[in-house]
């Protein structure tokens, strides 16, 4: 059983930034891929972004494209989500979760394991 748990969330300032961490339990880690979700009340959770196990191959929603990086340090088994320029319609809960098998992925059917998620929300 993987755990994941994320930390960053808050309140920022249109403009502003926020680095979302989420720390992962397993050694294993390093050979999952890794994707970060967000949901607001009353929808379904979408796909932020996604990254390979070694870090070489990250996807975006075209949205926060120039804007989100995200990154991984497999030493630390922790992935991360640097978010620039925030937007209102940045705010969200948001989720990393953890595909044990093969590459990245937008589904979010596709990974096994989720965090509990933390909260950003982006004032105007």
């Known amino acids: 059983q993987v755990q994941l748990v994320e930390s960053g969330g808050g309140l920022v300032q249109a403009g502003g930034s926020l680095r979302l961490s989420c720390a992962a339990s397993?050694?294993?880690?390093?050979?999952?891929?890794m994707g970060w979700f967000r949901q607001v009340p009353g929808k379904e959770r979408e796909f932020v972004a996604a990254i390979g196990w070694s870090g070489s191959s990250t996807y975006y929603k075209d949205s926060v494209k120039g804007r989100f990086t995200c990154s991984r340090d497999n030493a630390k088994n922790t992935v991360y989500l640097q978010m620039n320029s925030l937007k209102p319609e940045d705010t969200a809960v948001y989720y990393c979760?953890?595909?044990?098998?093969?590459?990245?992925?937008?589904?979010?059917?596709?990974?096994?394991?989720w965090g509990q998620g933390t909260q950003v929300t982006v004032s105007s």
């Open positions: 397993e050694r294993t880690f390093s050979s999952y891929a």
């Open positions: 979760a953890a595909k044990i098998v093969g590459g990245p992925s937008r589904e979010r059917s596709d990974y096994n394991y």
